[in-house]
């Protein structure tokens, strides 16, 4: 989920410093374009595919899971990739540590059972992270509406550092 949000995030954030021909100034359009259009835009973009039955309501409730199967569990544990068990709209928790992942669901407002719960998860990956399942960590989930708070506190992260990169190049909006 990561390269289609940073990506996501990078195509509108840099869609302000496009001026083509015959169209409104750079100006013009950094006015249009605020923090909130972006992020509106990349959450909809994003959420439809990486789980389009919670996008659409149809489940109200997602639980951590592996991305793939046992098979995809081993390779990534072969060649050191950061898969692990996800939730929501592709937050992935393997490439985390508790401590984001702590701070990021007390940030949308989930309890501190859950977030307790859900924490165990963080910086598990390949095969550790699809063998730990079970009802030892309850299978905790995030409500449809927390998954959507979550996706937009990460594209927010992450249009954050797109644009301390452009102020960090020296561009102008």
């Known amino acids: 989920m990561f390269k289609i ?10 869609m302000v410093l496009l001026d083509p021909p015959g169209h409104a100034s750079q100006n013009d359009l950094a006015q249009q374009f605020d923090e909130n259009d972006v992020i509106d835009v990349a959450v909809g973009l994003i959420a439809p595919y990486e789980n389009p039955l919670l996008n659409e309501g149809e489940i109200q409730r997602s639980w951590p899971h ?9 390779a990534c544990s072969d060649r050191g990739c950061t898969n692990g068990r996800t939730i929501g709209f592709g937050y992935n928790m393997g490439a985390r540590w508790p401590r984001e992942v702590r701070a990021d669901l007390s940030r949308i407002g989930v309890d501190q059972t859950r977030i307790d719960r859900l924490a165990a998860f963080a910086h ?5 992270a699809y063998n730990m399942c079970g009802p030892q960590l309850g299978w905790e989930k995030i409500t449809r509406d927390e998954a959507l708070a979550l996706l937009a506190h990460e594209v927010e992260k992450a249009y954050n550092r797109v644009m301390s990169r452009v102020e960090d190049e020296g561009l102008t909006l």
């Open 5 to 14: 949000l940073k990506t996501a995030v990078a195509i509108l954030a840099f």
């Open 66 to 74: 592996y991305p793939g199967n046992k098979s995809h569990a081993v």
């Open 124 to 128: 598990k990956r390949g095969k550790e």
